[in-house]
């Protein structure tokens, strides 16, 4: 048997009960000496940024600020999936101490064919949003010290008075094999 324990959580404060029992769980094996890990996806994401886990789920039952607190003063990790984060905008430099993003497989590939029947794969290492005003164009269209794919499209807030979105999504990625067609 591990030593380990490892709490899976979908679900972010549109349901606080389970929130509450998931870090109570969590609490019950970091409390105990066990190594603790919390795995988020989809909306527990939300958890992994300072000031989300707010409110209380019940008559009764803790804050889930404390609980929070009390998790990470027992050494509990958080591992947020990071396609799940990256989908919700959300900023990985401002995650709390005691989180890192992992336990996913790399995020997306593309494969383009090139004109010598040739297959290049790129990994994609991140999906930024930005808005047309303040567009990076060194850095989207600059050159790089390695083989590197840039893919860009329309994005955010759509602006009907305009007939046209307010930021770019860029998709960095880098090559990371290739073979025959």
């Known amino acids: 048997m591990s030593s380990k324990a490892v709490i899976s959580l979908t679900t972010?404060?549109?349901?606080?009960?389970?929130?509450?029992?998931?870090?109570?769980?969590?609490?019950?094996?970091?409390?105990?000496?066990?190594?603790t890990l919390m795995f988020l996806t989809k909306e527990a994401v939300r958890l992994t940024v300072p000031g989300v886990a707010v409110g209380t789920a019940c008559e009764g039952c803790p804050p889930l600020a404390e609980l929070t607190k009390r998790f990470e003063a027992a050494g509990g990790t958080y591992l947020a999936c990071p396609i799940c984060f990256t989908a919700r905008h959300l900023d990985q430099s401002a995650l709390v101490n005691n989180a890192t993003l992992g336990g996913t497989v790399p995020m997306w590939t593309a494969m383009v064919t090139r004109a010598d029947h040739t297959v290049a794969v790129f990994q994609v290492d991140s999906v930024e949003e930005y808005?047309?005003?303040?567009?990076?164009?060194?850095?989207?269209?600059?050159?790089?010290?390695?083989a590197a794919l840039r893919l860009i499209t329309c994005g955010g807030k759509f602006n009907p008075a305009k007939a046209s979105y307010e930021s770019n999504i860029v998709v960095y990625a880098h090559l990371v094999s290739s073979h025959r067609a």
């Not at 972010?12 to 190594?35: C, I, N, S």
């Open 12 to 35: 972010g404060l549109e349901d606080p009960d389970k929130v509450t029992v998931a870090y109570l769980v969590a609490l019950g094996a970091a409390d105990g000496g066990r190594p």
């Open 131 to 146: 808005a047309k005003s303040a567009f990076p164009t060194l850095q989207v269209f600059g050159n790089t010290d390695h």
